[in-house]
């Protein structure tokens, strides 16, 4: 039916309305589907209709017909106006060629291949086969001309034909075309719109990719202006870094020239600061700290003064009489004409800044980039220092920002002190980060430094703390606590660090002092020497400032430290608990204490003679010093106010027990009188303590007894355990029945103020934070465990021994043992003790760890060898067979001038290297003790080297050793563990280089001792001073003797901090570090040797005569001699254990000692 649609659909193209012609009745109407009625007749002879095909409207937007042709009209003659017949036949023929020049072929087609179908289908009206028979199919074939296939089809035969079989599927088609027109349309108009649509959104995304693009031009310009700016930062703040850095350099170039033993010592009146009784060298407190985080050291302070300022605004506020503000005024005008000299005394010729700098020395400067910049805050003491932390891969620095308004709000005269403004720390310095609380938000880190110091940042959020200690590198904690090195570590909460420590367990098995163990509870709760508001704190230990005697073993002298100091006395602890049961308020909870226990102006009151907290508390009371009744001037009226005042109850600060110098008014402050008169100048003494280093001697005794040891724990559960507070803003029952809540504010999580909107309240709160006291964080929820008795720990240590002498050991030598060094510690591989005798041979003996106390007294030569076994030593194989004597001798280039004694020998903690000095050619070597091979030799000084030192150290860490020489000199050298061998700097690290070059002497140095810890150097030197440099080469102070007393040939220093001294013919005298000279003491006997105890409290002295003896060290009072020895004792040895005592004696043997040092410890420490 297709085939027929498309014949009469071809057909109906190729009909036209032909003229009448009598010839062709058959042509007198032309086919058209709708041309007939419904019998099939035509409906009108004269009107016929041309279809011309046309072009689908690709738009979608024209109308066209359905059929897909455009109807022409032509009129009822087919005549076409203005031609005439021929000429009208000749144009139709051309129409009928050009409109169906291309239709006729494939009519033709059709026809042909389809012949055999359509003959059976178009037939005649008398049913003849109109193709084959009526000679149509020939025609198709043969005929060319598209006029005689027209005439053709429109024959009448044809037409009835197409009309019968081919008319419905015309329609068919008809109809199907004009569906397929309607889905073309439709797709079309989808596709449109779906183009439309696509269009659309393409222009949108070019619109927000534009919008993007802009963004990110405008914020590259704004991170490109940012990054400009950090650099120009970054390199100013290098400059200002740098600049101190000079400035600092210079100012100890000039201490070492102008000070009393410098080159220019002459002159050095002007460096110091006048009065009216003299000249005066004002002195600060040096940030430097020990192991146990105390800091003892006072510096010299450039920038010190009495702040006469201070004392006359005082004066006018406070109604003081005329004659002391005159006084004042006058005080004010010589201290104003005192800096105007020093600024005269300034170079004024010296380049500016800008002439000292190289484009290639800001590029080492600032190599590296720069992973992470943030802003924060430095908090120091007495100051709040906004600015830039900037982080590379290798240093930390920090610019402080001086146009910012908290910056300009801090007092100009602290900022002096303030040594971190324009830091710069590179990783290798850092040795600890903490977590820390800044105005109770956990938004803060602490960074410890090999320099011994710490520096704290506060930051926006505790996500931009992460992010720092990320960037920092990965030390955690250090090493001191028993927690692995880690970045969790340093993020880890106070009690997750208490629980995961080992400090408690060695506190209760007395490995660590009480002290000790509260400054480890001090810092990981979060106080620290940086912030005053949370400055550590420790307890009352003592009730007793009023007796002329102080018994230790009495419990009546002691405070209950179960008690909170608010509690202690029983009215006053009524009062504070009715306040607590009255109070009535919807927003505050009930509290006992409206003040606290540790606040920045007590601690500033209590340090208020002491540098750089002069100037903090100036700054913190307006300028001026505080009335005199207010002001710190009495131990025991502090002790009393504690008990009475309702707004008093304040506890102590760690310097109360190791500090005497915060007792003396050594800078000559006006601190002004009191009512009844009472000038305040040093603080007024117990009656027991004759001075402020026996009252801080003997607090710290109090608190290390077995008194305050076995109710430690229950202080601890108040200030950092379960009696602290409770969860929430209510207290914990505990803390309520103990009399120990505080204001709520005092509290960590008391309040969000990082989410805080209100910026007037949020300002409040953090001035009452400030103000007001902080509460350490909770390291506890459950009670802490008692320390372990002492008779637990050492059930035989009250038990004497009925035989001191252990053994002695001779070599076959005979000569004088002139050194011993005793590397006992049973973790080292061969615990041994190395000797040195005056023959230049050395031997390593080892040492039984596992010896015990024996009960009489045998000697080497007579015992067998199974009680050799028991023995505490036993001889150097080398040595006792007599084989291979060379592995054994030093060399015979010694110097003759030197003598052999026990300061010029140093060995290393595992006893594998032998330091000596006092050869020939001005160096000294290291020896390998296995083979006496000489490993280095080290050369530095201008003349021989007469003394040696070495500091502590344990097994894996470096040391310091320095040397004195004849030039009057004492370098220091650091000895690297790693390599073994005396390391130089960074640039020739293979080449020995000394650390520092310490000057002052005028003749050969005699003697030396220095310490890493207290990061003190002390020399000796022939008829001179004893002088005390740091360990980076400032000259400190000189120990003056009497004038009696001659050269110094042995010195020592503890960890407390005392200084012992021993001149010629036996003198002795003792000093603190900063100088102050204790006591002094004529021997009777020439003494050649000393040690001290672990603790410092005990020292051992040998003479020439062979007698051992035990002194105190801090009044230098002889306690104990031993039994006198075979010869003169030219050398002494303490083991590890602090059990033993080793003699090196002139006759080439060594006797070993038992000794007790808690014997005398017991015996003298009760009554003062």
């Known amino acids: 039916s297709s085939i027929l649609a498309n014949i009469h659909s071809s057909a109906a193209i190729i009909s036209t309305s032909p003229v009448p012609n009598p010839a062709h009745p058959v042509a007198a109407t032309t086919y058209h589907p709708e041309a007939v009625n419904g019998s099939g007749e035509p409906l009108d002879n004269y009107q016929a209709t041309i279809l011309v095909p046309q072009e689908p409207a690709l738009n979608g937007l024209n109308k066209v017909p359905e059929s897909g042709m455009m109807p022409v009209a032509t009129n009822k003659m087919g005549e076409e106006s203005g031609l005439a017949p021929s000429a009208r036949e000749a144009s139709l023929t051309q129409k009928l060629e050009g409109a169906l020049g291309s239709v006729c072929p494939l009519l033709r087609e059709i026809m042909v291949d389809f012949a055999p179908f359509l003959s059976r289908t178009l037939v005649g009206s008398h049913g003849q086969d109109l193709l084959v028979e009526g000679k149509g199919l020939s025609t198709f074939k043969n005929s060319t001309s598209v006029v005689e296939l027209v005439m053709l089809l429109c024959s009448q035969e044809w037409q009835n034909s197409l009309q019968k079989h081919a008319g419905l599927a015309f329609i ?481 600060i760690p310097e109360f027990f190791y500090l005497p110098e915060m007792l003396v008014n050594k800078n000559g402050y006006q601190l002004g009188r009191q009512e009844d008169g009472t000038l305040v100048g040093d603080v007024i003494l117990p009656p027991w303590a004759a001075s402020p280093e026996e009252f801080v001697r003997i607090n710290r005794m109090a608190l290390e007894s077995e008194f305050v040891s076995c109710q430690l724990h229950q202080w601890i559960d108040l200030i950092f355990g379960y009696k602290q507070r409770g969860s929430g803003r209510r207290a914990s029952p505990e803390a309520v029945r103990s009399t120990n809540v505080f204001y709520y504010l005092t509290y960590e999580g008391s309040v969000d103020l990082e989410n805080m909107k209100d910026t007037v309240m949020k300002e409040a709160i953090e001035n009452q934070i400030k103000n007001f006291g902080q509460t350490p964080s909770q390291l506890l929820m459950e009670p802490h465990p008692p320390r372990s008795s002492a008779m637990h720990i050492s059930p035989m240590m009250f038990s004497p021994v009925t035989e001191e002498l252990c053994m002695i050991m001779k070599f076959l030598s005979n000569s004088p043992i002139c050194h011993i060094s005793a590397n006992t510690y049973p973790q080292l591989p061969l615990p041994s003790v190395v000797t040195v005798t005056c023959n230049q041979n050395f031997a390593v003996n080892r040492w039984n760890c596992n010896y015990s106390a024996p009960m009489h007294s045998p000697t080497y030569s007579d015992s067998t060898q199974p009680q050799a076994n028991q023995l505490p030593l036993a001889m150097d194989p080398l040595l006792m067979m007599n084989v291979a004597p060379h592995k054994r001798h030093l060399g015979d280039t010694f110097s003759q001038h030197v003598r052999m004694r026990s300061g010029c020998f140093v060995t290393t903690v595992d006893s594998r290297f032998l330091v000596a000095c006092g050869f020939w050619d001005k160096s000294f070597r290291v020896f390998a003790t296995e083979s006496a091979k000489i490993i280095q030799i080290v050369y530095g000084h201008f003349g021989v080297v007469t003394c040696l030192a070495r500091s502590e150290c344990n097994i894996t860490s470096d040391c310091y050793i320095a040397s004195g020489s004849e030039d009057c000199t004492v370098l220091l050298w650091h000895w690297n563990a790693r390599t073994q061998t005396i390391a130089g700097d960074n640039a020739n690290p293979d080449i020995p280089t000394p650390r520092a070059t310490l000057t002052g002497h005028e003749n050969e140095v005699t003697c030396i001792v220095v310490s890493a810890e207290l990061g003190l150097v002390v020399s000796g030197s022939k008829s001179g001073p004893v002088l005390v440099h740091t360990t980076s080469g400032d000259l400190l102070r000189s120990l003056e003797a009497p004038d009696r007393f001659g050269t110094p040939e042995l010195c020592a220093l503890s960890r407390e901090g005392m200084v012992v001294v021993c001149y010629g013919l036996g003198s002795l005298c003792n000093f603190t570090i900063n100088g102050r000279r204790l006591r002094s003491e004529s021997h009777h006997d020439n003494i050649q040797c000393l040690a001290l105890s672990r603790d410092g409290e005990y020292m051992v002295t040998g003479s020439e005569s062979g007698v051992v003896e035990v002194w105190r060290s801090f009044n230098l009072a002889l306690l104990y001699a031993f039994p006198a020895c075979e010869g003169g004792v030219r050398s002494l040895a303490l083991s590890h254990d602090q059990k033993f005592l080793l003699a090196g004696l002139t006759n080439g043997s060594i006797s070993v000692f038992y000794i007790d040092f808690n014997r005398w410890h017991h015996e003298f420490q009760q009554r003062y």
């Open 172 to 652: 068919e088609l008809i109809n199907e075309g004009r569906l397929l027109s309607h889905a073309m349309k439709d797709h079309i108009v989808r596709v449109a719109n779906e183009a439309e649509f696509i269009l659309n959104r393409m222009r949108a995304d070019d619109v927000l990719k534009h919008a993007e693009f802009e963004s990110l031009c405008a914020q590259t310009a704004v991170d490109r202006k940012e990054e400009e700016m950090m650099c120009d930062h970054l390199i100013t703040a290098a400059r200002r870094r740098d600049s101190l850095v000079a400035a600092r350099a210079l100012e100890k170039v000039l201490n070492i020239l102008t000070n009393r033993h410098g080159a220019w010592g002459q002159n050095s009146k002007g460096t110091l600061r006048a009065t009216e009784n003299g000249q005066v060298e004002f002195l600060r407190l040096d940030a430097w700290e020990d192991d146990a985080r105390r800091r003892k050291r006072l510096v010299r302070n450039p920038h010190g003064s009495c702040h006469p300022e201070g004392t006359l605004k005082a004066a006018i506020e406070h109604g003081a009489p005329e004659d002391a503000i005159l006084q004042a005024r006058e005080e004010l005008h010589r201290q104003l004409a005192m800096t105007r000299r020093q600024h005269q005394l300034q170079s004024t010729d010296l380049l500016d800044d800008s002439d000292f700098w190289d484009d290639k020395d800001l590029d080492s400067e600032l190599a590296g980039s720069v992973s992470l910049s943030t802003r924060c805050r430095l908090i120091a003491p007495g100051i709040i220092a906004p600015g830039m932390l900037s982080i590379t891969q290798s240093e930390l620095f920090f610019e402080v920002d001086e146009d910012d308004i908290e910056f300009k709000k801090n007092d100009p005269e602290a900022i002096k002190y303030c040594d971190h403004v324009h830091g710069k720390w590179h990783f290798s310095e850092i040795r600890a980060i903490f977590s820390r609380r800044y105005l109770l938000q956990n938004i803060a880190l602490e960074i410890f430094l090999a320099s011994r110091t710490s520096i704290m940042f506060a930051f926006d959020s505790q996500k931009t703390v992460k992010r720092v200690v990320k960037s920092l590198p990965c030390v955690g904690v250090g090493i001191k606590y028993g927690i692995p090195q880690t970045r969790r570590a340093s993020l880890m909460s106070p009690r997750q660090i208490f629980q995961q420590s080992n400090m408690t367990q060695k506190w209760q098995r007395r490995e660590i002092s009480n002290f000790e163990y509260l400054m480890f509870l001090n810092t990981i709760a979060g106080r620290t020497y940086n912030d005053l508001n949370q400055y550590p704190v420790f307890p009352w230990v003592l009730t007793n400032y009023e007796s002329p005697e102080l018994d230790l073993s009495l419990p009546s002298n002691y405070r209950d430290l179960s008690k909170p100091v608010g509690a202690l006395n029983p009215s006053r602890r009524a009062f504070f608990e009715e306040r607590y049961e009255t109070w009535e308020h919807e927003v505050i909870p009930p509290f006992h204490y409206g003040t606290h226990y540790s606040t920045a102006a007590f601690t500033l009151n209590w340090l208020v003679r002491v540098e750089p907290f002069t100037t903090l508390f100036l700054a913190l009371q307006g300028g001026k010093f505080d009335h005199a009744n207010r002001m710190f001037a009495s131990i025991g009226q502090s002790w009393k106010n504690c008990q009475r005042d309702t707004s008093d109850v304040k506890e102590l």
